[in-house]
């Protein structure tokens, strides 16, 4: 009886293939396991990817669409310097409006002459007539001609700050530029005051339109497509440096002409960008260092009448590297 309840015969157990059949269901529990975890991984993986792809994409667009608008608004400011003849009209009202100037300096020389003539025992109702003639002649110089291309250029984009339009020739250095109260506003800011990586050309805050200081400081992007200051690098090139060293600078009062002599790279550490000087010695002194740090020596001779144009942006290669141009002007 007692073999007859017996579950199983010694016979029908067999060990080693237990052993083996739980091994190989531990084994695949445990590929299963890592298979689900490797597949979570690799879902959490695939789903940074496409964040970061889209991420991507969608910063690149915007990129895209900000140098987009920066070359439609360029290109809208280039029509309007085309459609106001600036190479003929603006340049004849700029000598008119000297003319007008020199002819007003003339006559504070004769009056101021008159009043040197007038002799100390005059009367006092003679000395105040006299005071009320200076004073008419001052108050009846003639204010500054407005240049019609940059007030059509303030209309165009609603904007008061253009005060300015930059040429170099078979360059892409064919824009207008601002100026206000900082020097960060328009880092990342257009023409028309909406946000862009892109920004816009401006002046140093520190500078000053009528007349134009002793050096006048404008600064732009080194953008990759080529667009803003990009084409301040290509002056390493001694040719490309003789062949395009003639700036126009179109500002709101006058139409002036610069020849580069300068081009080197330096550090925010070097003070390129200094506007206003002690006195006519500091002011040459700084003159002479910016010569001296060219790239392609020029024999240049400056004079307390002499002016500088410096035009300044980052190598790309680190925060503090600049390519710095300057020119002085000629007309």
Not at 62 to 87: D, F, P, Y
Not at 94 to 120: G, L, M
Not at 315 to 325: I, L, Q
Request: aromatic fraction near 10%; charge should be negative.
């Amino acid at each position: 009886m007692a073999n007859k309840n017996r579950k199983y015969m010694e016979d029908d157990f067999d060990l080693d293939l237990y052993i083996k059949e739980q091994a190989e269901k531990t084994f695949f529990n445990k590929l299963r396991e890592k298979s689900r975890k490797l597949s979570n991984f690799v879902k959490i993986v695939l789903i940074v990817v496409s964040l970061v792809t889209a991420y991507t994409v969608f910063y690149q667009a915007n990129r895209m669409l900000e140098i987009w608008r920066v070359h439609r608004i360029n290109q809208t400011a280039r029509e309007i310097t085309e459609q106001s003849n600036v190479s003929n009209d603006i340049i004849e009202q700029s000598n008119d409006s000297n003319d007008i100037i020199e002819q007003s300096d003339d006559s504070i020389d004769i009056i101021e002459q008159s009043d040197d003539s007038i002799d100390v025992g005059n009367t006092v109702q003679e000395t105040e007539r006299s005071t009320r003639g200076i004073q008419r002649s001052v108050t009846s110089m003639p204010t500054p001609i407005l240049m019609p291309v940059i007030t059509h250029l303030r209309e165009q984009f609603q904007n008061d700050d253009i005060v300015a339009f930059i040429r170099i020739n078979d360059s892409n250095i064919d824009f207008p530029v601002v100026l206000t109260d900082n020097n960060t506003h328009y880092l990342t800011h257009d023409l028309s005051n909406q946000y862009n990586a892109a920004g816009s050309a401006f002046m140093d805050y520190d500078s000053q339109i009528s007349p134009l200081g002793y050096n006048t400081v404008i600064y732009a992007h080194n953008m990759r497509d080529q667009s803003m200051f990009h084409d301040l690098r290509y002056y390493r090139d001694e040719e490309y440096f003789n062949t395009h060293n003639s700036v126009s600078l179109l500002t709101l009062y006058e139409n002036t002409l610069w020849e580069i002599f300068s081009f080197y790279e330096t550090t925010i550490d070097f003070l390129y960008n200094t506007t206003e000087f002690t006195d006519k010695d500091e002011f040459l002194s700084f003159a002479n260092l910016l010569k001296e740090k060219s790239l392609h020596p020029r024999n240049v001779e400056f004079t307390e009448d002499s002016r500088i144009l410096t035009l300044s942006t980052c190598t790309n290669r680190n925060a503090d590297s600049r390519y710095v141009v300057h020119a002085h002007r000629i007309r």
